[in-house]
T-cell receptor, first 110, second 115 residues
Framework: NAGVTQTPKFQVLKTGQSMTLQCAQD?????MYWYRQDPGMGLRLIYY???????DKGEVPNGYNVSRLNKREFSLRLESAAPSQTSVYFC?????????FGPGTRLTVT | GDSVTQMEGPVTLSEEAFLTINCTYT??????LFWYVQYPGEGLQLLLK?????DKGSNKGFEATYRKETTSFHLEKGSVQVSDSAVYFC??????????????FGKGITLSVRP
């Protein structure tokens, strides 16, 4: 039981490049989330998916798109990366009140 | 909207010292409250929770009591260890159990424990 997995662990992009962050969970959870973590800002919700086939914007959705491919997988896409998107990105899934987090992707945009 | 306010950090303590980390909240309705911990290089994990007023959550020697009258959920531990060094986040949700549990997080506070 791997829990929540994220790939890649680290990524460096140039401004304007695109990439997709992958997330998968093997706990059969309905709800999944993408957060970004920045120093002094805590975690901020980018997008979430309450169930397969649905997605909703969170607090900071601009510059991102998401796909809930199936119940297991929830990907985050940066179409044209900007330096302001340099951050650590966490995926999570939830059951009842508890959210389970992946190990994170550290993204640097130069 | 909902919000969580944590005391400013970082906090540095000696091993076996008493720990208090303050957390207050603003929310509509009756939120459930959480403390999450993030060890270096890892994702967050749930430390403890309380789902109604006067509930006490506890885990690994940490405790927090849901105080509705002061809208607080302060985290305490009687004797910290070096292994408790981590970032601690207070969080809330106003969603009902079983629904999508969208969380609102505080900014987090870094705890360092010296041997």
């Amino acid at each position: 039981n791997a829990g929540v997995t994220q790939t890649p662990k680290f990524q460096v992009l140039k401004t304007g490049q695109s990439m997709t962050l992958q997330c998968a969970q093997d706990m059969n959870h309905n709800s999944m989330y993408w957060y970004r973590q920045d120093p002094g800002m805590g975690l901020r919700l980018i997008y979430y998916s309450a169930s397969e086939g649905t997605t909703d914007k969170g607090e900071v959705p601009n510059g991102y798109n998401v796909s809930r491919l199936n119940k297991r997988e929830f990907s985050l896409r940066l179409e044209s990366a900007a330096p302001s998107q340099t951050s650590v990105y966490f995926c999570a899934s939830s059951v009842l009140y508890e959210q389970y987090f992946g190990p994170g992707t550290r993204l640097t945009v130069t | 909207g909902d919000s969580v306010t944590q005391m400013e950090g970082p906090v540095t303590l000696s091993e076996e010292a008493f720990l208090t980390i303050n957390c207050t909240y603003t929310a509509t309705g009756y939120p459930s409250l959480f403390w999450y911990v993030q060890y270096p290089g890892e994702g967050l994990q749930l430390l403890l929770k309380a789902t109604k007023a006067d509930d006490k959550g506890s885990n690994k020697g940490f405790e927090a009591t849901y105080r509705k009258e002061t809208t607080s959920f302060h985290l305490e531990k009687g004797s910290v260890q070096v292994s408790d060094s981590a970032v601690y986040f207070c969080a809330l949700t106003t969603q009902k159990a079983g629904a999508n549990s969208k969380l609102t997080f505080g900014k987090g506070i870094t705890l360092s424990v010296r041997p």
